[in-house]
C-alpha cells in the first residue's frame, strides 16, 4: 500500500498492485477544499496511522480503520507568538500570534488541547491580550480591532 496527499485536500490510500484506491478522506473547512488545506507532505506512523500536513500548518491523523474521517487534528501556533493570556476560571491559556490568529490551550495539566478561536480573528499581529474574569478575554491587534472571546469563540464588539 502507497499514501499519498495533495493540493486537492484529499489523502489516498493505493493498493499499488490493482492501481486503484483502496480508502481516501477529505481534508476540508465548511465542506470545501481550500488552499489551507491543501495536503503538501505525509507519513505512515507507529501502529499504521497516517499524519497528513496541511498548507495551514495543521497535522491531521488518520487511522486507516476508520475511513471517512480525520481522527484528530494538531493545532498550533503558525507564526511567532505575539502575545499570550490565562484565564483561571477555564484554566485556559490563550496565545495571540504575528498572522492574527488566536489559539486556546485548554487541559493544560493534562497534556493540552490546542484548538483555533472560531470567528472572525484579526488580519494582524495580535498585540496585547487581557482576561477579565467576567467577560472573557480582550484581544487588540495591530489592525486598529478589540476582540472579545468568550470561551472558544470570538464575539462582535458592539462599540467599535
Not at 507532505?41 to 500548518?57: H, K, P, T, Y
Request: charged share 20%; glycine share 10%.
Amino acid at each position: 500500500k502507497l499514501v499519498s496527499s495533495g493540493a486537492d485536500a484529499v489523502v489516498k490510500i493505493w493498493d499499488v498492485e490493482s492501481g486503484k484506491v483502496a480508502a481516501h478522506w477529505n481534508v476540508e473547512e465548511d465542506g470545501a477544499p481550500a488552499v489551507n488545506t491543501q495536503q503538501v507532505g505525509n507519513v505512515w506512523m507507529n501502529e499504521g496511522r497516517i499524519a497528513s500536513l496541511s498548507f495551514s500548518g495543521n497535522i491531521n491523523l488518520i487511522d486507516p480503520r476508520a475511513p471517512d474521517q480525520i481522527s484528530q487534528v494538531l493545532y498550533g501556533a503558525q507564526k511567532s507568538i505575539t502575545s499570550l493570556s490565562y484565564s483561571r476560571p477555564s484554566k485556559t491559556f490563550y496565545t495571540g500570534s504575528y498572522d492574527g490568529r488566536i489559539n486556546s490551550f485548554s487541559d493544560v495539566g493534562a497534556g493540552g488541547v490546542c484548538r483555533p478561536v472560531k470567528g472572525m480573528s484579526h488580519t494582524n499581529q495580535v498585540i496585547a491580550m487581557d482576561v477579565d474574569p467576567e467577560s472573557g478575554v480582550w484581544s487588540a491587534g495591530m489592525d486598529d480591532s478589540l476582540k472579545e472571546i468568550k470561551g472558544e469563540e470570538f464575539t462582535s464588539v458592539p462599540f467599535l
